[in-house]
């Protein structure tokens, strides 16, 4: 990775108009953090994205996944070692379309110290100042030493700049104390003021995209499925671990908007007791036709729902969702659900559910299972794998995983999907 952030710099320096935004010390040779925030003008990023693909090409490292929005284009990159790392890309210093600094001034300030460019200590402090208090919340205080700096090397600079976007109401003391709907209002009457034209363009093509987004699925959602005691919540945990850099955010089974289909029976008294025995997730008696369809569409409504209210939210914010079974356990476990249901019926729904980009399916001996598990018997663990053979060689987004090697094999080859899957950068 050293060498491929050596040669981004390198290029960036000679070809492009940019600056780091912050924790720029130690660059290009040294970045504890593992991402970069980045500065480009829309014209210089679109120039960039077509060079990128070469760039990590030629230093052997991957796309793991791009996200887009108004304000970023984020690329998660994975090197040899299968260690990801993430660069964001920063085009505007907007929130909701209203402007809260001027990226072309910003960059006119720019400041070069031998190896990068990077921002003066007041533009450092700034950006994530305005965006904390917009959103009402508190500088972080991670960053402490950051405002401690830019108040002494430039607070003068800092305070007139905040006064002004107050509209003469005071300026850091003001901004620390002031609720962030007055803080908003502010900002729009300062974005109005400072260029009427420009402030109107700009929040309309924020509001487009915004509509445009409702209708994709950015990020990534990824599910991880297979026989109880197949070893992926070890495999999934690691995962999660080395893409620290995003942590993905895990669910177990569906987005759970509905509750416990047993608790609600519970509630409006149709049933006595709950079984909570979660540990003998296969000791339900069988049910009936009606009774399965009754599952069936409550599971349908949470997934539909519940992606629309818990997951794409998260997705929109370029998180990684991954998923601990999601339908695919239901279209081949379904005695695990309590639904007896034709698996082909099943397996049919999932084309009106949020689908996963990518399923991972967990493949290990049933000798070693057994071992694990002693809920199922050989005959089940066989039923399970024959019906996952069957999903997966008529859906592309499906895809075996051998994990009867080590959890870090079994990470290295989802790694190994995923990026050559995602392609590069358009």
């Given at each position: ?21 912050r924790?720029?010390?130690g660059l290009?040779?040294?970045?504890p953090?593992?991402?970069i925030?980045?500065l480009?003008?829309r014209g ?6 077509g060079?990128l ?10 796309i793991?996944y ?7 284009f984020?690329v998660v990159?994975?090197d ?8 964001d890309?920063?085009?505007n210093?907007a ?8 990226e072309e001034?910003?960059l006119d300030?720019r400041?070069f110290?031998?190896?990068i460019?990077?921002?003066p ?6 950006p ?8 009402g919340?508190?500088?972080p ?8 700096s ?6 003068e600079?800092?305070?007139a700049y905040?006064?002004?976007?107050s509209?003469?109401?005071g ?10 709907w ?7 009457a ?7 034209s420009?402030a109107m363009r700009r ?5 487009w995209r ?5 209708f994709?699925?950015?990020g ?7 026989p ?9 945990e690691?995962?999660?671990?080395r ?16 509750p416990?289909?047993?608790e ?11 079984d909570r025995?979660f ?5 339900g008696?069988r049910?009936?036709l009606v009774?399965s369809l009754i ?8 997934y ?5 209210i818990a997951v794409m939210?998260?997705?929109?914010r370029?998180?990684?969702i991954?998923f601990?079974?999601y339908?695919?356990?239901v ?6 659900s ?13 084309f009106?559910?949020p689908?996963c980009?990518?399923?991972?399916l ?26 996952l053979?069957?999903l997966s060689s008529k859906?592309?987004r ?5 994990n009867?090697?080590?959890p870090?094999?079994a990470?290295?080859?989802i790694?190994?999907i ?9």
């Amino acid at each position: 990775m050293k060498t491929f952030l050596a040669n981004l710099f390198d290029v960036l320096n000679r070809e492009y108009r940019y600056a780091v935004l912050r924790n720029f010390k130690g660059l290009p040779d040294d970045n504890p953090s593992r991402d970069i925030d980045i500065l480009l003008s829309r014209g210089e990023l679109s120039r960039l994205r077509g060079v990128l693909p070469q760039l990590m090409a030629q230093d052997h490292c991957r796309i793991l996944y791009t996200n887009e929005d108004n304000q970023f284009f984020t690329v998660v990159i994975i090197d040899d070692d299968h260690e990801a790392f993430q660069l964001d890309f920063q085009r505007n210093f907007a929130w909701m379309g209203i402007d809260l600094l001027d990226e072309e001034r910003v960059l006119d300030q720019r400041v070069f110290n031998g190896r990068i460019y990077h921002l003066p200590p007041s533009l450092t402090f700034l950006p994530k100042y305005l965006y904390s208090r917009i959103l009402g919340a508190e500088y972080p205080s991670k960053y402490a030493d950051v405002r401690l700096s830019a108040i002494a090397e430039d607070g003068e600079k800092i305070n007139a700049y905040l006064n002004r976007m107050s509209g003469g109401r005071g300026g850091l003391e003001y901004w620390d104390a002031t609720g962030k709907w007055t803080l908003r209002c502010h900002a729009f009457a300062a974005a109005l003021k400072c260029d009427f034209s420009r402030a109107m363009r700009r929040m309309g093509e924020f509001l487009w995209r915004y509509f445009l987004d409702l209708f994709r699925r950015r990020g990534l959602m990824v599910s991880f499925s297979g026989p109880d005691g197949c070893g992926k919540t070890t495999v999934i945990e690691l995962l999660r671990q080395r893409l620290a850099v995003n942590t993905p955010v895990l669910f177990h089974f569906r987005p759970s908007l509905l509750p416990n289909l047993g608790e609600v029976a519970h509630k409006a008294r149709i049933i006595d007791e709950v079984d909570r025995d979660f540990n003998q997730p296969h000791r339900g008696n069988r049910t009936g036709l009606v009774s399965s369809l009754i599952r069936l569409a409550y599971y349908a409504f949470d997934y539909s729902f519940g992606y629309l209210i818990a997951v794409m939210p998260l997705r929109q914010r370029k998180h990684i969702i991954f998923f601990d079974r999601y339908f695919t356990d239901v279209i081949v476990d379904g005695e695990r659900s309590r639904i007896y249901l034709k698996p082909g019926f099943l397996a049919f729904w999932r084309f009106f559910l949020p689908r996963c980009e990518y399923n991972f399916l967990f493949r290990v001996d049933s000798e070693t299972i057994l071992k694990r598990k002693t809920e199922l018997t050989k005959e089940d663990i066989d039923v399970i794998y024959s019906r996952l053979e069957l999903l997966s060689s008529k859906d592309r987004r499906y895809h075996w995983i051998d994990n009867n090697g080590t959890p870090e094999s079994a990470v290295n080859q989802i790694l190994d999907i995923l990026t050559k899957k995602q392609g590069f950068v358009r």
